[in-house]
């Protein structure tokens, strides 16, 4: 079962921070990602659960990024703990059987399972260093490296263009 697709998710709720302060953001955000049925059900409270679980995420990728792989694992271990992986088979939209992580519940712990179990397969397929933080200046968001040859260093091609220009201008003024 490949996870990547659930630690995107959890990219997608530490970068989407904004997108996380009233319910409706939340339901544009969860139907944006296909889950149009969470986003019917999501509650004030699975707000605020998310929000909370949002800072933990961004603990993790901060702490990806600064190198400290033990502190990543620990964090990790803590969140697997706090919410349990229920996984399930799923057959729906006309594909066939596959496997989903807690289906049922509060939307946020179906989001918090999915994210901290897909972080946790991408560290331990890949390693922590596909976990991290754009080098770009003035942006913080957090990436998913998935590259064959482990070289993603930016959130978007918008804040890679953004710091190969500046390169290239600074290179161009000292010159």
């Not at 496997?99 to 560290?123: F, K, N, P, Q």
């Not at 890949?126 to 991290?132: E, I």
Request: charged share 25%.
């Amino acid at each position: 079962m490949d996870l990547t697709s659930y630690a995107e998710l959890a990219v997608l709720l530490v970068n989407r921070a904004d997108e996380l302060r009233t319910l409706d953001t939340l339901r544009e955000l969860l139907r944006g990602t296909g889950r149009t049925e969470a986003a019917a059900r999501v509650t004030r409270r699975d707000l605020d659960a998310l929000l909370e679980l949002r800072e933990e995420l961004a603990d993790v990728f901060e702490s990806a990024a600064a190198g400290e792989e033990a502190d990543v694992v620990e964090r990790l271990n803590g969140l697997l703990v706090r919410h349990p992986v229920h996984p399930q088979i799923s057959g729906h939209d006309g594909q066939p059987w596959h496997m989903h992580l807690t289906e049922g519940g509060r939307v946020a712990d179906a989001l918090a399972v999915g994210s901290v179990m897909g972080l946790a397969s991408v560290v331990t397929r890949l390693g922590v260093n596909r976990l991290g933080i754009c080098q770009a200046a003035a942006c913080h968001n957090a990436y998913l490296d998935t590259s064959s040859n482990r070289s993603r260093r930016y959130c978007s091609e918008r804040c890679a263009s953004r710091s190969n220009v500046a390169a290239y201008r600074a290179r161009k003024r000292g010159a």
